[in-house]
């Protein structure tokens, strides 16, 4: 079978479609075409192969396509060596695995001399072969024939016959592939402490005298397992039921051998069998498993990573909206900047309210005055150390507002990556008269306008969002990641006028130079007024053009239909629509009663089938449609800023910082995420926690247990047998109503006439200059 096709067949069976939708698919990747162009704008080519389906084909081809340039190097190896059979050949031809080919190419593979090359050259093979053949016959009659000068015993001699058959089976593919069948469906992880390293690897307390399956392993717990053993905590083991487990091995590898008899040679054969797996295989499989165990746990975790890596690069984005980002600090105070609705930066300043200056004063008028000046409407606070502190003087800040003034909403933001972002050479392009402290308060600010915009401009491993990454392979982690945020960009679409050169890096068919270019042009030529002035870009050919156009948008153009996601090869289609309305485009984009009643089949011809113009009329309804959810935000409580103030029964908001296979860890304002164990996600078995939940949702949470010492805080998010009503309602936490007592839940702020008292003479004056603002 041609190797082409093979593949395809094989990958059609691994994404569930057919071998030609793969075959069409394989020639506009390797033709340069990207996967997010692929699955938009070649659905007819493909069959519709979504992008999911498509990432996998592209992992899929790359790994077969290794595979068969392996095949092939094997291939010649054995035929150079003079040694390929007809058998051979077919049984490499029919391996699926790369582990499958070494196994078979493992008694060709060149290797230094062995004890099984020296017995050999020292005349035993012969030995073997009297064993093989005579079963009845006395090893060590036999073994005396053989003795030499350089096998001076008949010991010696039936090791170096040991050593032959060892050899011999330690390179039997088919053996090799029953063992390992053997051990995956029956081997046992084993950990324990290493003496004396109690103290020092304490966090891994759960694993000093551990087991489970190999089989069932979940991936968070093998990566553990893998650390504490790297950081030499714990020694590990993968080896089958210690009762029964060798024996059957043993027996396995004896029946290779045929030994059927008691006779002394087969007595002697299933000796070395036990000894076989003792000293060479057990070791082997060992080793296989523990590498199978790493590659799935790493793959589980890059797995996890990417989900929540997109769940929060397609988090809602709180708009064009002008904000204020506070980063918070102590000794060196809390950083200001604020962004206008562009997320251009207007305004900066850095305020000590706490220790050691301790200027609330000086703090509280220097916010209001940027508030008031900026009309902000936002406040993004990061919730790194006194992030609860900071915003507890934010919402003293919005109470002293005038009434009548709009107050702003205050949101707590993750500040992953913010410190990484200001000391790039990113930011030192972008913000070049900024202090280096000041342009993460800017990033703060604009993640919560939109959070894919800006942290596009971070390494994406930097975000926070993982499950023991650096641990796992970085190439392939950086891949998925990679093509985790390309996905999410092209999904959302790129204002070509105001995207930022890391964000348009990301477009389809385009890259950091091209970014860099697209920017350089327009900064020297103004706005661009129509997609087709790309092409005036330098080095932006029409490759380039058809893989980014539909991707770009551009607002208020010469072209109405450049601010949506029809591309622009199809434009001719989307006219077609519109005679047939015997409207306007701009009138006619939007009103989603005119289109309904069109048939989509009318407009298919030779070049744009049906999916293309359901995917146009879809488009028409709704131009420029952002795929990110509405906007919304959770509120912390009152009273509730420490882990020392957590209490089992509390019921609390929080936002979902990161998913894991074992569960969702959840920010409730006390520092430390708290984590929802699986178990706990629903009132209902729950296999896979993204079902439930993805980073950046908010939900209601009850505490559940609470470890100050080991910072760790169990969350339900269970109804069920959870706290009584009164038990709920009393673990609360302190009241914070005018009079004390009888709270029935977080109390949300609420402006309280006698605050301007409370503020002194400042406040007074503060408002009042800004009621002349």
Excluded at 267 to 281: H, P, S, Y
Excluded at 335 to 363: E, L, M, R, W
Excluded at 372 to 391: F, Q, W, Y
């Amino acid at each position: 079978m041609d190797t082409a096709v093979r593949i395809n067949r094989t990958i059609a069976t691994d994404i569930s479609a057919r071998p030609e939708q793969v075959e069409a698919a394989v020639r506009l990747l390797d033709e340069g075409a990207t996967v997010p162009f692929v699955a938009r704008y070649r659905k007819e080519v493909t069959g519709g192969l979504d992008d999911t389906q498509l990432r996998t084909l592209s992992d899929r081809l790359t790994y077969l396509r290794e595979m068969e340039a392996r095949r092939a190097a094997i291939v010649n190896s054995i035929t150079e060596q003079g040694k390929m059979t007809d058998d051979l050949s077919v049984s490499l031809a029919r391996a699926s695995t790369k582990a499958e080919l070494e196994d078979i190419y493992l008694p060709y593979k060149p290797k230094r001399r062995t004890k099984a090359m020296i017995a050999r050259e020292n005349g035993l093979g012969p030995l073997v072969e009297a064993i093989l053949d005579n079963r009845a016959a006395d090893p060590e009659q036999l073994a005396a024939g053989f003795v030499t000068e350089a096998v001076p015993t008949t010991k010696d001699a039936l090791n170096g016959a040991r050593d032959i058959v060892a050899e011999s089976l330690a390179e039997n593919a088919g053996l090799l592939g029953e063992l390992r069948q053997f051990m995956q469906k029956d081997g046992i992880v084993t950990a324990k402490v290493i003496a004396g390293k109690e103290a020092e690897g304490a966090k891994f307390a759960d694993y000093f005298d551990h087991s489970e399956a190999w089989a069932t392993i979940p991936s968070h717990r093998a990566l553990a397992l893998l650390r504490a053993a790297n950081e030499g905590i714990v020694t590990l083991d993968i080896a089958p039921d210690p009762e029964t487990g060798a024996e059957r091995a043993t027996n396995m590898i004896a029946a290779q051998l045929g030994t059927r008899t008691d006779g002394a040679a087969d007595k002697w054969l299933r000796t070395v069998a036990g000894w076989t797996w003792r000293v060479k295989l057990s070791m082997t499989m060992m080793l296989d498993l523990l590498g199978d165990m790493r590659a799935k746990a790493h793959d589980d975790a890059i797995n996890v990573f990417a989900r929540n890596l997109k769940d929060l690069l397609l988090a809602a984005p709180a708009g064009d909206r002008a904000t204020l980002g506070l980063d918070p600090g102590i000794r060196t105070g809390v950083k200001v900047a604020v962004v206008d609705s562009t997320g251009k930066v207007v305004d900066t300043a850095t305020i000590y309210p706490f220790q050691p200056k301790n200027d609330i004063n000086g703090a509280t008028e220097t916010l209001m005055r940027l508030i008031g000046k900026h009309n902000v409407d936002l406040i993004a606070i990061g919730n790194g150390t006194a992030s609860r502190e900071t915003e507890r003087l934010a919402a003293d800040v919005i109470k002293l507002l005038p009434q009548g003034f709009k107050a702003p909403t205050k949101v707590v933001v993750s500040e992953a990556g913010a410190s990484v972002y200001s000391a790039s050479e990113l930011a030192a392009r972008e913000f070049p008269d900024l202090d280096v402290s000041l342009r993460g308060a800017v990033s703060i600010a604009r993640r919560l306008q939109d959070p894919l915009a800006e942290l596009v401009k971070i390494e994406p491993k930097s975000i926070g969002v993982g499950q023991y990454q650096h641990d796992v392979d970085q190439s392939k982690l950086a891949k998925s990641l990679s093509a985790v945020v390309e996905d999410a960009v092209n999904a959302v679409g790129v204002d070509l006028n105001t995207a930022s050169a890391p964000l348009l890096a990301r477009v389809s068919g385009l890259g950091p130079v091209l970014a860099e270019s697209i920017v350089a042009h327009r900064d020297a030529n103004g706005a661009f007024r129509s997609r087709k002035e790309l092409l005036k870009v330098a080095r932006l050919g029409p490759k380039a053009f058809e893989q980014c156009a539909g991707f770009l948008r551009i607002r208020e153009g010469d072209e109405p239909l450049d601010a949506s996601s029809v591309h622009p090869e199809a434009y001719g289609v989307a006219r077609k629509i519109v005679a047939a309305c015997g409207r306007d485009v701009r009138s006619l984009m939007g009103d989603a009663a005119s289109l309904r009643g069109l048939r989509a089949e009318q407009f298919v011809d030779d070049t744009f089938g049906l999916p293309t113009v359901r995917d146009i009329l879809l488009e028409l309804e709704k131009p420029g449609r952002d795929p990110r959810p509405t906007f919304k935000t959770a509120t912390f409580t009152d009273g509730v800023e420490d882990i020392k103030d957590l209490k089992p029964g509390m019921s609390l908001e929080g936002t979902v910082t990161n998913v894991a296979a074992f569960g969702a860890f959840v920010d409730i304002g006390v520092h430390q995420d708290g984590l929802v164990h699986v178990s706990q996600l629903a009132d209902r078995f729950v296999k896979d926690p993204h079902e439930i939940v993805k980073a950046g949702d908010v939900v209601r949470v009850r505490v559940t247990e609470v470890d100050v010492p080991r910072k760790r805080i169990g969350l339900t998010m269970r109804k069920d047998g959870g706290a009584s009503a009164k038990e709920d309602r009393n673990a609360r936490g302190p009241a914070k109503g005018p009079r004390g007592g009888g709270n029935k839940g977080p109390m949300k702020a609420s402006p309280q006439k006698g605050r301007q008292a409370d503020t002194g003479s400042f406040g007074a004056a503060l408002m009042d200059a800004m009621k002349k603002k």
